[in-house]
C-alpha cells in the first residue's frame, strides 16, 4: 500500500470510530423478552432486569 492509500483508510478509520462512539449514547433504551421480563439499559454497565411483580413491588 502507498502512503495515499495508508492515509485514506486511516481518515475512513478514524470517521467510522467517531461514528461508533457517537452511536453509543444514544440513552435509556427497554426490551421486553419473550418471559415478560422488562429489562432497561443504558443506566449503568450492567442492565436492569425485572419481572413484573418485581416492578410492581419497586413502584408501588
Known amino acids: ?6 492515509k485514506l483508510e486511516l481518515e ?3 470517521s467510522e470510530n467517531a461514528a461508533l462512539k457517537k452511536g453509543a449514547a444514544t440513552g435509556i433504551t427497554m ?7 422488562v ?3 443504558g443506566m ?3 442492565p436492569v432486569t425485572l419481572y413484573k ?5 419497586l413502584l408501588g
Not at 500500500?1 to 495508508?6: F, G, P
Not at 426490551?31 to 421480563?37: D, I, M, Y
Not at 411483580?53 to 413491588?57: N, V
Open 1 to 6: 500500500m502507498s502512503d495515499e492509500d495508508l
Open 12 to 14: 475512513r478509520l478514524r
Open 31 to 37: 426490551k421486553v423478552s419473550e418471559k415478560g421480563a
Open 39 to 41: 429489562s432497561i439499559y
Open 44 to 46: 449503568g454497565r450492567f
Open 53 to 57: 411483580e418485581q416492578w410492581l413491588k
